[in-house]
């Protein structure tokens, strides 16, 4: 069977870094690894991706940002999920739906509860085997994040321009999911460094292997 493994957090948690060495790091123990990532992940997905984030696009409603996410994540889940988890491989992915609970649910003040039912139809009742939550400050993130975009160029920047009240909202929807779902998100304080970060992530993936017998 396929695993689902996601990377989750704030803005400038470091997902990106994190995701690119778990994969180096299967692919030297010999397992088969796709990574992949929303929005995005598929040609519809990528361009929804450029709408969500795009900074001259301030004024998206909050139900509408919610609407376009899962319809990205609908895409995704039957072009790329659905498929790879009929075959042997990890699947790591860069957000999934507890992003929509943080973000839009937490962060924007839709109802949790219309959330929830929203991923669920998005889905189809796929859940992550395995969820990182790469916590730090929010403010900590913000300030990451925005290096970064300003090393980069990167146009895609509309949710560090929120805020901060906002981040913080969004921080704290993430540890509440993972006191209800200790078992699937495993929380990493970040601020111990990339290396400890690293090393943590690998413990949780090498148990899981382990158990699930790859």
């Known amino acids: 069977m396929s695993l689902l493994v996601t990377l989750e957090g704030v803005e400038g948690s470091g997902k990106t870094t994190q995701i ?13 690894c796709v990574t992949t990532r929303e929005p995005g992940g598929t040609r519809i997905g990528e361009k929804i991706r450029q709408i969500l984030l795009d900074r001259s696009h301030r004024d998206i409603v909050p139900m509408n940002e919610l609407f376009l996410y899962e319809a990205a994540r609908a895409q995704h889940i039957k072009e790329v999920i659905q498929p790879l988890l009929r075959k042997k491989v990890v699947i790591l992915c860069d957000r999934f739906s507890d992003a929509s609970i943080a973000y839009q649910g937490h962060g924007r ?4 509860r219309w959330v929830e039912q929203l991923n669920q139809l998005a889905t189809g009742g796929i859940k992550p ?5 790469l916590d730090c400050p ?28 906002f981040h913080n909202r969004v921080r704290r929807g993430y540890l509440s999911l993972a006191q209800r779902e200790p ?6 304080d ?3 460094g990339e290396e400890m970060v690293f090393q943590e992530m ?11 017998c790859y």
Do not use: C, P, W
């Open 129 to 133: 085997h395995l969820t990182f939550l």
């Open 183 to 188: 078992s699937r998100i495993k929380v990493i």
């Open 109 to 112: 003040g839709i109802s949790l």
């Open 20 to 32: 690119r060495r778990l994969k180096r790091y299967l692919n030297r123990k010999g397992v088969a």
């Open 138 to 165: 929010s403010g900590m993130g913000l300030k990451r994040a925005l290096r970064r975009n300003l090393r980069s160029e990167n146009k895609e920047d509309r949710f560090e321009r929120e805020k901060i009240q």
């Open 202 to 212: 690998r413990q949780h993936i090498d148990r899981l292997l382990r158990r699930k």
């Open 190 to 192: 970040t601020r111990h």
